[in-house]
């Protein structure tokens, strides 16, 4: 998968020897450290001129550093800044970090290189406190503009309990208040043309078509859009601040609620990148168990999609056909794991519990009843000419573009990619199914759409094969770190006791390093990249999750269009609240 | 038709109480039939089959608080609703449930019921522009510009069955069908009177004006209470007139073999329609304003006005 020897010699020929120090990661990724008067010279270098380039800005993420351990004899920055680029045609990541000794350093901004870099330098000013020079709107995104202080900073207090009494004063009140005036020129629009005066109008937080507490501030000409600035930050539950106080363990659960239709997809894209840390090879039953409870919850979240972007474009009907097929895929879920939506069931080194008796026969009839299903909804909404008509040449972008705004999943292959990480980094075993990855060509609703139909029937024949080829072997890896341990292991004398005692307690110690994951969610590219400084919990994680950049790429694509057809691209995109707010 | 009519009042009374009802009810059939197409139960605690839930309705409408957004124009705040409960009660004086129920032979019913519905626009700009919330404004803007263009091909499809009949009174037209239900000479405009049923209405796939995922209730968003109610009311009294005009103009009204009474095949059609009305909302998504309009001007004008011409054509080739 791996050819960053070529990267670094081109990149070395190119800025000299000195320039780039290489660091060692436990998920192979070419990681580099430059230092920072070369950031955008280097990202200009990858992006566009390096033979093969790496075109798509996977991740743009900060570490606080000045409380971790100091190992490996690291120089002891303040703050790094991360850089995730991926290459297409090479099928690799590079990993590029720029260390800052400020406690409040200045970045230059890359966002003139990329579009979707807008976001996540706010995102880093936001949740760091690092300022980016030549950002054209560097404002807070995920907190409220009233917020004191920067929540992942390590100083910045973790739960209530460590930052005193709530009291709200007059002044306080004030404030609020006034910041929730609307005022335009703070979100860089116009109030009038030189021909007409522009009508504001929200949508949202609260708004049947948002599918959450999403806000849409619109700026409309008569109908037709203006502008539209999203405006996120209703659902953040700071998941990345709380998993630097869970053990590696008992951050599980809070990864289900990410991508919160994606379920157990969650759970794996992080214990990926927790059993790259481990070093743990999980045996090929608990390979096969995750494929197919990852697939049945594809199927459920599209499901989700299917339905409610039908009812965006004023079908009523069909919601309550696909809920209904949707509770089928839980009573599997639920007889499996115990749980629904969030049922929490992976875990580091294999799985909660093995499949239970006679789930062969729940799945079997489902395989059996569902492509039934989806041929009466190709012919309720698919080829519904109304619904042709709502989403046809609506919403387009090109791959360019698409890539340009790192768009990745369905989205993506809507525009005619075929990139699956599924087929093209195959993880959890992916590479022993056979199935295709459907595309379409003309990038708009519909045939985002029409992929996403497509993605339910192969996830079925996946299901399937899991079915027929299901191995036998144990759930869980015999590995120190499987977390809980295996209980044969512990009661041989009182060392492994501890040791048992201590993995359920405590948790499991993950080895000082870094590991990035890349999973091909429900709704694109999720990724968790860990970085353990040798204790029970992580010393930092970062969710790359695919909601962010496609909410981004909103106001870029509904330009022209109208206050329909907003529901229209809404419906879509897909995405999930708390998957963009994290 | 000079029938005596010695329980007039008794009819009026009728009438009203009648379509009150019929519109009550008919929230209790929507909610059923919907859910028995959307695979789910509906509305089933209340009473036998959750009939009840109609009073449960009602009462809470009626006991809602009165409330009035304080940014609202309020006396137009409060006539709009009103203005959409009297144009359709009012259309239902022309409309002829058997021989001798009617309030008011009209000789020009068919214009009548065309005038009242044009009323009803007003209550959905007036309403929306008192409102003075952008949802309602633009809900109200698509709701006028969407009735005013169906008004002109609802009016003008109904022209064929004036040629057949040759009035505009609806009983006459009504004794016209004894031979030949108008449905079949002319099929075309009833289909047209249809879709431009729908779109007076406001009923899914031509809702428009109020369009959920959109904009919210549009121009009714800020309506709560009895004043909600009556918009309410008055677009299942709208969907039971629109399924009436159709009934009387081209399924031969109370015409029927003898085995019924004329006034129980009038109801059996009218429920028909109504349940296509609500049929119809199950399965059909909702096309963009522009293209609904496209639909209105560069489709169905010009098939209406095919309609005619042929019928006249022919009227007139049959008549030398």
Known sequence: MENGTSTLARLQAQFGEDTFTPQSTKDDVLTLWMPHDKIVAVLTFLKKEIPQPYPLLYDLTAIDERTRKPNNGHIPYAFTIIYHLLSFERNSFIRLKVGFRDEFPTVPSISSLWANANWYEREVYDMFGIRFTGHPHLYRILMPRTWVGHPLRKEHPARATEMGPFALYDEKVDLEQAALQFKPEEWGLQRQSDDSDFMFLNIGPQHPGTHGVLRIVLQLDGEDIVDAIPDIGFHHRGQEKMAERQSWHTYLPYTDRVDYLGGVMNNLAYLMAVEKLAGIQVPDRVKVIRVMLCELFRIASHLVWYGTFAQDVGQLSPVFYMFTDREKIFDIVEAITGGRMHPNWFRIGGVAQDLPKGWETLVQNFINYFPKRLKEYDAMVMKNSLFKARTKGIGIFTLDEAIEWGVTGPNLRACGSDWDFRKKQPYSGYEMFDFDVPTASNGDCYDRAVVRVAEMRQSLRIIEQCLKNMPEGPFKSDHPLTTPPIKKNTMHDIETLITHFLGVTWGPVMPVGEAMSCIEATKGANGYYVTSDGNTSPYRLRIRTPSFPHMQMLPYITKGYTVADLLSILGAMDYVLADIDR | ?320
């Open chain 2, 1 to 320: 038709m000079e029938t005596a009519t010695p329980n007039y009042f008794l009819i009026i009374g009728g009438v009203l109480f009648v379509m009150l009802n019929v519109a009550a009810a008919l929230i209790w059939v929507e909610r059923r039939l919907l859910a028995l197409f959307q695979d789910r139960y509906g509305p089933n605690r209340a009473g036998p089959f959750g009939l009840l839930i109609v009073a449960a309705d009602s009462i809470k409408l009626f006991f809602k608080q009165d409330w009035i957004p304080p940014f609202a124009d309020k006396p137009v705040f409060v006539l709009a609703p009103a203005i959409v409960v009297v144009t359709v009660l009012m259309s239902f004086v022309v409309i002829p449930f058997a021989p001798g129920i009617i309030v008011a032979d009209l000789n020009i019913g068919l214009l009548f019921f065309l005038a009242m519905s044009s009323m009803g626009a007003y209550s959905i700009i007036l309403g929306g522009w008192a409102s003075n919330n952008k949802y309602s404004l633009l809900g109200a803007m698509r709701g006028a510009a969407q009735m005013i263009s169906y008004e002109v091909f609802m009016g003008l499809s109904l022209m064929g069955v004036v040629l057949l009949s040759g009035s505009f009174s609806l009983v006459e037209i009504v004794e016209a069908q004894r031979g030949l239900w108008f449905f079949i000479p002319q099929i075309v405009g009833f289909v047209i009177f249809f879709i431009a049923g729908i779109a007076e209405t406001h009923r899914l796939p031509f809702d428009i004006p109020e369009a959920e995922s959109e904009l919210i209730a549009g121009f009714h968003s800020e309506y709560s209470g009895m004043k909600f109610g009556m918009f309410f009311i008055g677009e299942y009294m709208g969907i039971t007139l629109i399924s009436c005009m159709i009934v009387t103009l081209y399924f031969g009204g109370w015409l029927g073999p003898d085995f019924l009474p004329p006034i129980v095949w009038f109801i059996l059609k009218t429920l028909f329609f109504l349940m296509i009305f609500i049929l119809l909302r199950a399965s059909m998504p909702r096309p963009r304003y522009d293209q609904l309009m496209e639909y209105g001007w560069k489709v169905l004008l010009p098939l209406t006005l095919l309609n005619l011409m042929v019928t006249a054509a022919v009227v007139l080739w049959v008549s030398e």
